[in-house]
């Protein structure tokens, strides 16, 4: 084990260790599965839209009733404001000195969660690549179809966005050829891919420039949007803790008798009555929580019944990430109890372990020991996924909390903090809260579920 720094931070673009592009787990579910809204925190899928998990069950309430049944839940949204275009300016010249550090000359980027940290361009994905090119010496310019090009001018000036030329490019000869063209005038060796970008881009580009001079962009970008502002910890902090709420407000309101999907509505609408766009719901009820990316399979609430939710939404872009797991009635079992406490040790001792310099993989670690002590099993047994996730413009994104992850923490990552056990045909308990390293050791978003009779 690495021994910590000293308690000041490092310097924001320090290489931070090899690292490679992962799938967001919500999306590869999805795309294996073909079901979206089926949603765990820990490692699936997210909802295309609000209700996703739930609209196809039998009775389900119209939205109208449920406004009604969570008439107390108002707005919050406007309490907060987005990040502005004049806030997200300074970052551009972070992004070239995290290039300088890396030893690269530009980073391409699609549309995407690192364009939107870095301004407030939207342009849609089609086979025509669009794209901001960033230079080491903190210059820019944008790569677009000529045709687009008067519409692209209007929408980069309107969003007031990195400056620098437009070079277009015509159907005839795509993007490519007129991309390696512009960054060899600029005098760029090295040119790294955003990774969220398409792979098309990357081996377009490595075929008109060199595929020795294209290199993956992960690092660059974890240096980059890896230590969350202060502003991003504000809005992270706030989406947390509405995500609280309405789970908890859902709990107070549930009756025997309701359906899984039809528990996955109500706290979609409740998160939307509280302000957060594009609410995803994962419940699962009883049996069905064995596994972490178990699916609603019709089942209802009955005394005793064990609920696991997980769950959250965006504000102002920035998303939440929450699992409660409790039972119904307050009727619990000695053995549910007993598991449920040990998973909140680990999540706890997790958290306690969190500093700077400290590498993720011993956050994993950690919870991974109070579970195997407690006579779960040892590696994947029952606790069979991975610690946590970053977050923030994205729901999972670098870096992560495994067990074979290097890198040191620094001040300003944020994480899931996400143990589980998982008992096939008895039950699955999962307890999710969002946490940010600080300069000494780290902090939580919310408040921690204290207990398994309630979700609060």
């Not at 089609?126 to 010496?137: H, M, T, Y």
């Not at 490019?169 to 005038?185: K, M, V």
């Amino acid at each position: 084990m690495s021994s910590p720094p000293p308690p000041s931070p490092p310097p924001r673009c320090a290489p931070e260790g090899a690292g490679v592009p992962r799938l967001d787990r919500r999306r590869a579910l999805a795309l294996s599965s073909g079901i979206l809204g089926l949603a765990s925190g820990a490692c699936a899928a997210r909802p295309t839209a609000p209700g996703a998990a739930s609209g196809a069950a039998s009775g389900a309430a119209p939205r109208d009733e449920l406004d009604e049944l969570f008439s107390d839940l108002e707005d919050q949204s406007g309490r907060w404001q987005p990040i502005s275009a004049e806030e997200k300016r300074p970052r551009l010249a972070r992004l070239a000195a995290c290039l300088s550090a890396a030893g690269t000359d530009a980073l391409v980027i699609e549309s995407g969660a690192t364009l939107s940290y870095l301004c407030d361009v939207r342009w849609g994905h089609s086979e025509r690549l669009f794209a901001l090119v960033v230079l080491a010496d903190g210059s820019s310019f944008w790569i677009v179809p000529a045709f687009e090009a008067p519409r692209a001018e209007r929408r980069i000036a309107s969003a007031g966005a990195p400056g620098g030329p437009i070079v277009p490019w015509d159907e005839h000869e795509y993007a490519f050829a007129p991309l390696a063209a512009a960054l060899r005038e600029r005098g760029v060796e090295r040119v790294a891919i955003e990774p969220e970008a398409r792979a098309f881009v990357a081996q377009g580009l490595a075929a008109a420039f060199g595929s020795e001079r294209v290199l993956p962009g992960t690092a660059i970008v974890r240096s980059l949007r890896g230590c969350k502002e202060a502003r991003e910890l504000e809005l992270m902090r706030a989406a947390s803790e509405l995500t609280q709420r309405a789970i908890a407000a859902v709990a107070e309101r549930l009756t025997p008798g309701l359906e899984d999907r039809e528990l996955g509505r109500w706290i979609a609408r409740a998160q939307e009555r509280l302000g957060l766009r594009d609410p995803w719901v994962l419940p699962l009820l009883g049996e069905d929580a064995a596994f972490p990316h178990g699916e609603p399979s019709g089942r209802t609430l009955e005394k005793g019944t064990g609920i696991l939710v997980d769950t959250g939404g965006e504000l102002h872009g920035y998303q939440s990430d929450i699992t409660r797991t409790w039972v119904f009635d307050r009727a619990l079992t000695p053995e549910f109890e007993r598991a449920w406490k040990v998973v909140r040790e680990a999540q706890q001792r997790a958290f306690e372990r969190m500093a700077p310099g400290v590498p993720a993989r011993e956050i994993d670690r950690t919870a991974r020991e109070v579970i195997e002590r407690a006579g779960y099993g040892d590696g994947y047994t029952a606790f069979s996924h991975r610690l946590g996730h970053g977050i923030g413009l994205q729901g999972h994104e670098e870096p992560y909390l495994d067990g074979g992850n290097e890198l040191a923490l620094a001040p300003g990552m944020t994480f899931s903090d996400e143990p589980g056990i998982y008992l096939p045909g008895r039950f699955g308990i999962r307890l999710e809260d969002i946490v940010v390293v600080s300069a000494t050791g780290a902090d939580h978003f919310g408040s921690w579920q204290t207990s398994p009779a309630s979700p609060a």
